[in-house]
């Protein structure tokens, strides 16, 4: 059984960081793309970042490049999604997601490929 369990989510003032854990089990990782996506209220979810376990290859959203790192950890199924100089508007519940096989650089913004999600780690950032 495939499952993803998200961690690290909390309340930080504008401008600092947090690190949000993805933990990956009950599937072969190197075979898989992770993603982050979050949605905050009212608002559909949307692709912040993603790492194709395989090659390594990463990707983000425009809103987030520069301020945050993906990363694995294919010896722990883990992939990290270090976030810095966070804005208010970053608020939001962030998911991590599977995706089977490798994913190009606008193929992983479609949530579809993604088959398994975890339950959501919410992180706020107060102004």
């Known amino acids: 059984e495939v499952q993803l369990v998200e961690s690290g989510g909390g309340l930080v003032q504008a401008g600092g960081s947090l690190r949000l854990s993805c933990a990956a089990s009950?599937?072969?990782?190197?075979?898989?793309?992770i993603g982050w996506f979050r949605q905050a209220p009212g608002k559909e979810r949307e692709g912040v970042s993603c790492i194709s376990s395989s090659d390594g290859s990463t990707y983000y959203a425009d809103s987030v490049k520069g301020r945050f790192t993906i990363s694995s950890d294919n010896a722990k199924n883990t992939v990290y999604l270090q976030m810095n100089s966070l804005k208010p508007e970053d608020t939001a519940v962030y998911y991590c997601?599977?995706?089977?096989?490798?994913?190009?650089?606008?193929?992983?913004?479609?949530?579809?490929?993604?088959?398994?999600w975890g339950q959501g780690t919410q992180v706020t950032v107060s102004s």
């Open positions: 997601a599977a995706a089977r096989g490798w994913l190009d650089g606008s193929s992983w913004l479609e949530r579809v490929r993604f088959g398994s």
């Open positions: 009950g599937f072969t990782f190197d075979d898989y793309a």
